[in-house]
């Protein structure tokens, strides 16, 4: 079969005979891809950020598709179901899948300490193919998919599996009130997300911090929101304090992650050098500019080792901070409500569709944010017919 195949930082080839997953056990579905979608995190093991990322593996957790097969003791989807298969690998038994933390899964990634098994992201992730390809193998099948609405787009049921839900309990997690002033860092697709999810939690004003204008000026529109280029600013954290009359931001949120800008010893310390876990820029800016007593939510990936951040900040100020890879499961049901309701639009965000077959194109294109892109996502030939 064609799949996405990783051969080292910045590089990506197509692979055109990448055997075909099967069925390993009686929990297992195999799923032919529709659409699968490169996420901003796909972007850190593209650049060489993420430890044990193996050369020849294949990425995407972001994927919908079509039931092929099923293992013998599937029963909650049938072979011809469209599914949404969220980018958590979760077993559903464990006593984390129980409390709701899909993403801290303790089955399906044993040997980690903190995150559950994740499709297509690296062995620290539990080692699973992923969905860039026209067949993915999706382990315990009576937990993770869900069949999608028959009033679904597809285009808005891709972004369910991600990007939608980490924007969403990015906004849930920072526990907003009615009026609250929330400051989002990052306008790539989840920052977008993000602040268009604080509006429904109530949220008085939302700001976008980014550095990238075409996307700046995508979120305004998008969101409802105010966005400011933070390199026209003399300081991010300043503007922030002055703009809320020097009592900071109700809530911040970290939607960047290990690659932000703006600093140049995070750079170098993070993104050059690797001495610590990526560039913790932004999240530096998230503590520094929140109020006292205020929420920090963190979605932004970074790596299992440490960061450089002010804690000592985090204890004076009082500041809680809630971070956590989103739980899709738990979320999915009121998303789709959402969705139906009009009050997101995924499919909005999409701006390039790329057959699977030109992914090393893709991938470029969205690393060096080329062409005006938002969110690319990657069709198979199956799907093209």
């Not at 991600?162 to 907003?176: F, H, K, L, N, S």
């Not at 998008?222 to 003399?234: D, H, K, M, T």
């Not at 080792?305 to 004076?316: E, S």
Request: hydrophobic content about 40%; glycine content about 10%.
């Amino acid at each position: 079969m064609i799949a996405m195949n990783y051969r080292g930082p910045y590089r990506v080839r197509v692979d055109r005979d990448k055997p075909m997953p099967r069925i390993e056990h009686p929990g297992d579905a195999i799923v032919r891809v529709t659409r699968s979608c490169i996420c901003g995190s796909d972007l850190h093991l593209y650049h060489g950020l993420v430890p044990d990322t193996r050369v020849g593996t294949t990425f995407g957790h972001e994927f919908i598709g079509v039931v092929e097969e099923v293992g013998a003791e599937v029963t909650n989807i049938k072979v011809g179901d469209n599914v949404i298969v969220p980018f958590n690998v979760a077993c559903g038994k464990c006593v984390f899948c129980e409390q709701g933390l899909f993403g801290n899964c303790h089955e399906s990634n044993p040997q980690a300490t903190a995150v559950g098994g994740i499709f297509g992201y690296s062995h620290t992730a539990g080692g699973f193919d992923g969905g860039q390809a026209e067949y993915v193998r999706v382990p315990y099948a009576n937990v993770g998919p869900m069949v999608i609405p028959d009033d679904m787009d597809h285009d808005d049921a891709v972004l369910l599996t991600d990007v939608v839900p980490t924007g969403y309990q990015a906004a849930e997690m920072a526990a907003i009130k009615p009026g609250d002033t929330v400051v989002v860092f990052g306008a790539g697709p989840v920052g977008i997300m993000a602040a268009k999810s604080a509006w429904l939690f109530g949220a008085g004003r939302v700001i976008v911090i980014d550095h990238i204008e075409y996307r700046l000026e995508f979120v305004k529109r998008y969101a409802q929101c105010e966005a400011y280029n933070f390199r026209s600013l003399e300081d991010p954290v300043l503007f922030i304090k002055k703009t809320t009359d020097w009592i900071g931001a109700d809530v911040c949120i970290d939607a960047v992650g290990c690659e932000a800008a703006g600093s140049a010893v995070q750079t170098i310390t993070g993104r050059k050098l690797m001495l610590q876990a990526g560039s913790a820029t932004a999240l530096h800016w998230a503590i520094n500019a929140v109020k006292k007593g205020g929420v920090v939510s963190i979605v932004g990936v970074y790596g299992p080792t440490a960061n450089l951040i002010p804690i000592g900040n985090v204890v004076n100020k009082g500041i809680t901070l809630r971070a956590n890879q989103a739980s899709v499961k738990r979320l999915l049901p009121r998303l789709v409500e959402h969705v139906r309701a009009g009050r997101i639009v995924p499919r909005e965000i999409i701006t390039h569709r790329v057959p699977l077959e030109e992914v090393a194109d893709a991938y470029h294109i969205f690393s060096a944010k080329l062409d005006n892109c938002i969110k690319p996502i990657l069709i198979p030939p199956s799907a093209r017919k």
